[in-house]
């Protein structure tokens, strides 16, 4: 664990590290907002029209309904939050900080702070502003929720830099789902995002953790996630990206620490215009008989660049890994670069990968035109199909839920 | 006419596959398509249909009156072609159900197909889980003849080719399938009265037991060596092989 000394003495070293890929940032370029800039809500009803309409089209259901509680920040502002459900905390950071003295431990325990410019900066904010932004959840001991906790991170202004550092803990034996969808208002011409995520799950947890982005053409975007899973523990990521964004570059890392824990990512991109998408999933597994999957589907239009990376290490025997990538280009000036790699440091260890990367095939589009449609239609339907992956091991709620949410995210394609 | 092909010559690859094709098929009347593996059957099929692959060098294709010679093939399957294909793609992530929804001109949001498409779904022997599946992919033999004719009968085509509808297909469920062949050629009325026309591949003329033709073609090697009464140029290569009948004095008076 680090202390408060430590964290701030490591970011301030780290803060002008780039990172270790993607392109870099002018961080000083952006603004950094007060994080009282934006009045909080009473009620997620009542931010205006626009933000609810934008909020919707990714996952986050301003009605509340068939959801376990609501977290909103907008911009710098932790503007919102309600929990419904018993089972599920949901705060402020800032505000759990104060409520609970052990929760000091799981601050940049599972995400450095000196990994690079990024988190230092999201560091120094809290520790030298006191700007605490980001949410806290927690599912208590034992406790299983269907319904989904929701969180939305919205950049509203022009040109700041939002930061955000969100702790989600499952505590034993319970199952916890998240929803979360970040967004932008439809005028920002630019704009930063940092996102700094920590997980802990607990003996015999489960976490759901689907998000679906939906940022504008000019915004960076730079999460920077770690998930740590003890004995039984099963995390699924599910990530959605069909909206043109400037770059993003991200690459969550999970620690199959526990026996029989298990980490699942699955990813949806479709790169628009002249989109610069570097999303990859990183997974050790470090414990017994510990196993990941991760699967990603691209496509690939306009300008689009598209990064795909897999990276898993086997670090003791018995573990299972499948990394899996397919991709489609549909353009000539755009790209995907399949990147899976495996890494093993034991023996008698399982782990395969399988990279598939080319153009729909013509004879699927003819036969669809034998059917009537235009070519068009042909291949949006072929492309649709092949990124609608079925999303699995949800509760049947969250998967009506999450077919929903991604066939919307296609429908805007 | 329905469909006027004259001196119709193709090429697949850079290769000269068929050459001098003369055909029509009246409003209402069935022809069936013979001759040996790698003839130009399934060429002369996707000629009509137009799929780019297959150049059109010389000839017209009329359908209803229009020259289709240069459309693309949804022009000519909006204007009434379909066709059950021999060996179709498996398409990953699109199911049938979704499939049969855009071909019966309804509207893909809806949950459920429409009851008339439900009812012949069930006709063909596909139930709800089997609808969800993707399009052909690991689809049995028998499953996907009956999952093209099940789309065909949603898009209700004015002309219907079928490339060896019956091919692999059992004898019980070969029944099934012509009942619904029938339905789509209009044989369920007066031969007056139909209106809808097609044009049946079939290797071993098991089919022509539930199905009636008006007319046999025989394609040798590119060319119609033969026309004639089903029934007879049936029998003469049942009896002396494809080579034999088309050798026969009718056919060889004909040229
Ligand atoms: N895409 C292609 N590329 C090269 N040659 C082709 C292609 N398609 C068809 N051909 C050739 O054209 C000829 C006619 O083929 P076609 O498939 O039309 O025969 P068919 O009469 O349908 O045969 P079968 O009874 O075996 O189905 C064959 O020699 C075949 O190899
Ligand atoms: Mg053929």
């Not at chain 1, 570097?278 to 300008?303: K, M, P, Q, T, W």
Request: include cysteine; aromatic fraction near 6%.
């Amino acid at each position: 664990m680090l202390s408060v000394r430590d964290v701030l003495q490591k970011a301030e070293k780290a803060k002008k590290r780039k990172a270790a890929i993607g392109s870099d940032i002018d961080i000083d370029e952006f603004i950094k907002e007060d994080k009282k800039e934006h009045e909080t809500v009473d009620s997620i009803q009542d931010v205006p029209k626009k933000v609810k309409d934008t909020l919707l089209k990714v996952g986050v259901d301003t009605s509340e309904e068939e959801r376990a509680g609501s977290f909103l920040q907008m911009d710098q502002s932790n503007i919102y939050s309600s929990s419904i459900s018993d089972s599920i905390e949901l705060m402020n950071l800032e505000i759990a900080l104060d409520k609970y003295n052990w929760l000091d431990q799981y601050m940049w325990n599972v995400v450095s702070p000196d990994g690079d410019k990024y988190t230092a900066q999201t560091a120094l904010r809290e520790q030298e502003e006191g700007t605490k932004s980001g949410y806290f959840i927690r599912s208590k001991p034992g406790t299983k929720e269907v319904f989904p906790m929701q969180a939305c991170m919205f950049i509203g202004d022009e040109t700041v830099m939002q930061t955000a550092h969100n702790i989600i803990i499952a505590e034993e034996n319970s199952e916890l789902h998240v929803i979360t969808g970040c967004a932008t208002g439809d005028d920002i011409a630019s704009a930063l995002h940092v996102g700094v995520s920590e997980f802990y799950l607990k003996p015999g947890s489960k976490i759901t953790f689907t998000m679906v982005h939906n940022w504008a053409e000019q915004v960076e975007v730079r999460p920077r996630t770690g998930i740590t899973i003890d004995d039984n523990g099963t995390f699924i990521n599910n990530y959605i990206l069909t909206s043109p964004v400037k770059t993003i570059q991200s690459y969550p890392t999970a620690y199959c620490s526990g026996k029989n824990s298990k980490a699942i990512f699955q990813s949806i991109q479709s790169g628009q215009k002249d989109s610069i998408i570097d999303v990859g999933s990183r997974v050790y597994l470090n414990g017994e008989n510990s196993a990941a999957e991760v699967i990603s589907r691209a496509v690939s239009h306009d300008e689009s660049k598209i990064y795909s990376r897999g990276h898993l290490a086997g670090t003791v025997p018995e573990v299972k890994g499948h990394l899996e990538c397919h991709g489609l280009v549909l353009s000539d000036d755009s790209l995907i670069y399949a990147v899976p790699e495996l890494e093993a440091s034991a023996a008698n260890l399982e782990m395969s990968h399988e990279a598939a990367v080319g153009k729909i095939d013509e004879d699927e589009i003819y036969y669809l035109t034998s059917r009537g449609l235009t070519e068009e239609e042909a291949s949006s339907m072929i492309v649709r199909g092949f990124l609608s992956m079925d999303i699995t091991e949800l509760p049947p709620e969250l998967a009506n839920e999450t077919k929903k949410m991604t066939d919307m995210s296609l429908e805007g394609m | 006419m329905l469909l006027e092909i004259t001196d119709l010559a193709v090429e697949v690859n850079g290769r000269r596959v068929l050459k001098d094709i003369d055909l029509t098929i009246k409003e209402g009347e069935t022809h069936v398509l013979l001759g040996p593996n790698g003839s130009g059957k399934s060429t002369l099929f996707m000629s009509i249909l137009g799929f780019p692959k297959y150049k059109i060098v010389n000839g017209s294709i009329l359908f209803k009156g229009e020259d289709i010679t240069r459309l693309t093939t949804t022009e000519r399957v909006k204007r009434g072609i379909g066709v059950s294909f021999q060996n179709p793609p498996a398409i990953k992530g699109v199911n049938l159900k979704d499939l049969l929804k855009v071909e019966s001109g309804q509207d893909p949001k809806e949950e459920n197909l429409t009851s008339e498409m439900e009812e012949l779904s069930k006709k063909l022997k596909f139930n709800e889980d089997f609808l969800e599946r993707d399009v052909n992919l690991g689809f049995s033999g028998g499953e996907v003849k009956r999952s093209e004719i099940l789309q065909l009968l949603a898009q209700k085509p004015d002309f219907t080719m079928f490339d060896e509808p019956d091919s692999g297909v059992d004898i019980e469920n070969v029944e099934l399938l012509a009942e619904e062949i029938n339905v789509l050629l209009d044989k369920n009325k007066k031969p007056g009265q139909r209106q809808r026309s097609g044009l049946l591949i079939t290797h071993l003329g098991y089919i022509l037991n539930f199905v009636g033709a008006d007319m046999a073609h025989v394609l040798m090697d590119g060319k119609i060596a033969c026309s004639g009464n089903p029934d007879e140029i049936l029998e003469d290569i049942r009896k002396e092989g494809f080579k034999g009948c088309v050798e026969c004095a009718r056919c060889v008076t004909k040229s």
